[in-house]
């Protein structure tokens, strides 16, 4: 048997009202994603446990069978695994964002511009992290550079007791409300405010300033926690698997796995990501093992910007490049099933996460259905013929073995 998992983030929404009352989803064209719920197993499944915060690395966790209240430490000790940096037992990993903050004439207060400063370069955000490190990275704390926007700081031997909050949250608010609390957020209020004087100026944010683009004019610290102790994939469901994906915090995820993580060139987590090619890659990748996680990021990135028509734009490339694509390259194996599914909602009217139920489809080679009406979207959920699970991470058991 060869598994399949194809995963939109945040692909799932609320209604929109510059839409008629439908979701991103509702009004894309997605005729394979459709094809597969009228003949798959549709459900749906709470990926974020309730009371925890609705974030991919918990998201993500579920989908792979991990019970997150079980096995979730943070997000940044993840994206840690995936960049190659090794954590000590008593190390404390944050994410760190490079953001643009848009300060008041007095530089008494400041507003969460832009949590990507305009999904900056890899290249220069590479000079502005090694910059940082070079004047605030100290024996204890230390800065890496990761892609675009995306870093981290490794704290040794810092505290885990504080509460910081993720800078897409905060869109458009004032940060002065939403600054690191507890233990030690002293020293994390400190490195974040010492940034701004070191980056605003930096001739990589001057030449994006010409050229009308948003400066990452400081960091933003989040997401931390110690690195996870999992079981790997194998040991749960023995299985050799896979995992493609642009973004750290998956691949990171995909190594505590134990997965062979997979490079595909031209795959950058926006919407001109090279989808067939991830697609292809999959399919490559199943000659050789029986368990491939597909992760697009597009979806989701368009739901932070609060885009719509370009959350269309990623799900219908999605449906037609990646959904379509595997569909096809399906058929060459004899026995086979495909799970498609968003990690969790991403709202373009909130801008992020929420923890709503998704929906699921499950196609079997082995095992076809004639669900009437059915299409794949939010309004999966309101039919009375689908599987619910209210803990998600029991779904991938449900996948693979077919028991609920």
Request: hydrophobic share 35%; proline share 7%.
């Given at each position: 048997m060869k598994y399949i998992v194809l995963v939109g983030d945040g692909m799932a929404d609320r209604p929109v009202q510059?839409?008629?009352?439908?979701?991103?989803?509702?009004?894309?064209?997605?005729?394979?994603?459709?094809?597969?719920?009228?003949?798959?197993?549709?459900?749906?499944?709470?990926?974020?446990?309730?009371?925890?915060?609705?974030?991919?690395?918990?998201?993500?966790?579920?989908?792979?069978?991990?019970?997150?209240?079980?096995?979730?430490?943070?997000?940044?000790?993840?994206?840690?695994?995936?960049?190659?940096?090794?954590?000590?037992?008593?190390?404390?990993?944050?994410?760190?964002?490079?953001?643009?903050l848009k300060f008041n004439r007095d530089r008494t207060r400041a507003v969460m511009e832009d949590y990507s400063?305009?999904?900056?370069?890899?290249?220069?955000?590479?000079?502005?992290?090694?910059?940082?490190?070079?004047?605030?990275?100290?024996?204890?704390?230390?800065?890496?550079?990761?892609?675009?926007?995306?870093?981290?700081?490794?704290?040794?031997?810092?505290?885990?007791?504080?509460?910081?909050?993720?800078?897409?949250?905060?869109?458009?608010?004032?940060?002065?409300?939403?600054?690191?609390?507890?233990?030690?957020?002293?020293?994390?209020?400190?490195?974040?405010?010492?940034?701004?004087?070191?980056?605003?100026?930096?001739?990589?944010?001057?030449?994006?300033?010409?050229?009308?683009?948003?400066?990452?004019?400081?960091?933003?610290?989040?997401?931390?926690?110690?690195?996870?102790?999992?079981?790997?994939?194998?040991?749960?469901?023995?299985?050799?698997?896979?995992?493609?994906?642009?973004?750290?915090?998956?691949?990171?995820?995909?190594?505590?796995?134990?997965?062979?993580?997979?490079?595909?060139?031209?795959m950058t987590g926006y919407l001109d990501t090279n989808y067939k090619g991830k697609a292809e890659a999959a399919l490559k990748a199943l000659q050789k093992v029986d368990f491939v996680y597909l992760h697009v990021e597009s979806p989701d990135e368009a739901g932070h910007s609060g885009n719509c028509r370009d959350k269309i734009k990623a799900i219908e490339d999605f449906d037609a490049l990646v959904v379509g694509t595997v569909m096809q390259g399906m058929k060459d194996f004899e026995s086979y099933r495909i799970l498609l599914l968003p990690d969790h909602p991403t709202p373009v009217a909130l801008r992020t996460h929420t923890d709503d139920p998704i929906p699921f489809a499950v196609l079997s080679s082995k095992d076809r259905r004639e669900n009437r009406g059915a299409a794949f979207n939010e309004s999966l959920l309101e039919r009375d013929d689908i599987v619910m699970f209210d803990e998600g991470y029991r779904l991938m058991d449900y996948f693979i073995r077919g028991k609920q």
């Open positions: 510059e839409l008629g009352g439908r979701t991103p989803l509702q009004a894309a064209y997605t005729p394979n994603m459709d094809a597969l719920a009228s003949e798959g197993i549709i459900g749906g499944a709470r990926t974020i446990p309730e009371g925890m915060h609705p974030g991919s690395d918990v998201a993500n966790l579920s989908i792979l069978g991990y019970n997150p209240r079980e096995f979730y430490s943070g997000r940044a000790p993840l994206e840690a695994a995936s960049i190659g940096v090794s954590l000590g037992d008593k190390d404390i990993a944050f994410r760190c964002n490079l953001v643009t400063s305009g999904h900056i370069s890899t290249e220069e955000a590479r000079e502005l992290i090694t910059e940082v490190n070079s004047s605030l990275g100290t024996d204890m704390i230390r800065f890496y550079p990761g892609i675009s926007y995306r870093h981290l700081m490794v704290w040794a031997g810092g505290s885990p007791d504080i509460e910081c909050v993720p800078p897409h949250d905060i869109i458009g608010k004032d940060v002065i409300d939403y600054l690191p609390v507890g233990q030690g957020d002293d020293v994390i209020r400190k490195i974040m405010l010492d940034s701004v004087d070191i980056l605003e100026n930096h001739p990589v944010n001057r030449q994006r300033a010409k050229g009308g683009k948003n400066p990452g004019n400081s960091i933003w610290l989040w997401g931390q926690g110690r690195k996870p102790v999992l079981p790997t994939f194998r040991e749960k469901y023995s299985i050799e698997g896979a995992l493609i994906s642009a973004v750290d915090l998956t691949r990171g995820l995909g190594k505590y796995a134990g997965f062979e993580i997979l490079n595909v060139p031209g």
